[in-house]
């Protein structure tokens, strides 16, 4: 069986989600994380089926699971007990486990109709055993939503060493495209679509006012977001989001 050990379930407490990128998330509408849930939950929706099971591996505090749960029975895994009482509060008909994504043995073969990975494979040391489990616990036509910071993004030649996918200590997988659709291949999930999310770290220029940047920059990824499409190049923004299929 893999675990967590202590020492990498420490990296993940409760001060990891009241701080850095997780500080103020919520269901406010105000909230950049608002809407990124809420565009996920927009392509689960698109692409995959209308019901169903779906299961969000570090679900953290539950709140892409919240967009989903009118339609879908949603499971949530973590390693952070924290974390899931939180998550069983936000969506009190969830069902949460503590797990770590490289060993899902609460869950049997084929169950799950969605798995949900947002910006977790990046975290893990060994991210080939996570793709494995999702191919086990997914259902033939099953859908997974893998997102994870992209090394191949014009974001991460410009800005070289503070690039935002190195800002995170826990980032320990960064991976290339190439390689992660590789292993997704390699465990029968078929990748379907692929695309990014814009350019939403500014500033990228030194010599233009970062408001101007974020108007400019971050308009393709804010209008994806909003109406829920999926047409920016992988090259053109900060994360790979990876639609695939079970075979």
């Known amino acids: 069986m893999t675990e967590q050990t202590p020492d990498v379930q420490s990296k993940f407490n ?24 809420r565009y996920y939950a927009m392509l689960v929706r698109k692409y995959g089926p209308q019901s169903g099971r779906v299961l969000e591996l570090g679900c953290g505090l539950g709140h892409l699971l919240g967009w989903l749960v009118d339609k879908f029975d949603v499971y949530g895994a973590d390693i952070n007990q924290w974390a899931l009482s939180q998550a069983s509060r936000n969506i009190p008909l969830g069902n949460f486990a503590l797990l770590p994504a490289e060993n899902l043995h609460a869950f049997p073969d084929s169950i799950f109709q969605v798995v949900i990975a947002k910006h977790l494979v990046e975290h893990l040391s060994k991210p080939d055993l996570t793709i494995s489990e999702i191919s086990r616990v997914l259902t033939p036509g099953g859908l997974l939503l893998l997102v994870t910071p992209n090394t191949d993004s014009m974001a991460r030649a410009v800005k070289k060493q503070d690039w935002i996918g190195y800002q995170d200590p826990t980032h320990i997988s960064l991976w290339s495209p190439s390689k992660w659709l590789d292993q997704l291949r390699s465990y029968h999930l078929n990748p379907r679509k692929v695309f990014s999310d814009g350019f939403w770290d500014a500033p990228y220029l030194s010599w233009l006012p970062t408001s101007v940047q974020k108007i400019l920059f971050g308009a393709p990824g804010g209008l994806q ?10 090259r053109m923004g900060e994360s790979m989001i990876v639609l695939a299929e079970k075979a």
Do not use: E, M, T
Not at 14 to 20: L, N, R, T, V
Not at 27 to 37: A, T
Not at 225 to 234: E, Q, R
């Open 14 to 37: 409760k001060d990891y989600f009241s701080s850095g990128p997780y500080s103020g998330v919520s269901f406010d509408r105000f909230s950049q994380y608002w809407w990124s849930n």
């Open 225 to 234: 977001a909003v109406f829920g499409w999926s047409f920016i190049p992988l």
